[in-house]
């Protein structure tokens, strides 16, 4: 699947932030035949953004969680169109 990171978040250096994701996907593809791959423009099956404020579901992104530098992240998965 390709992958696509459209901005890093400013709590996080660059490479942790790069770091955590490639971890993720790593969950996945040890488990599944799912593959991953990194496209630097164009369309991909999965985009990543990092956003904050409301968007419409009752769920705003709100950043920094409860306890220190835990963070809490909201997935929003769309069908491809």
Known sequence: MACRILNFTPDLRYYETRR?????FSVWSDVTTLQFHELQS????????????YHHDGYPFDGQGRSG??????AILFWPY
């Open 20 to 24: 955590a994701i490639y971890e993720a």
């Open 69 to 74: 530098r835990i963070y809490y992240f909201t």
């Open 42 to 53: 164009g369309n991909a099956d999965i985009l990543i953004e990092f956003a904050s404020g």
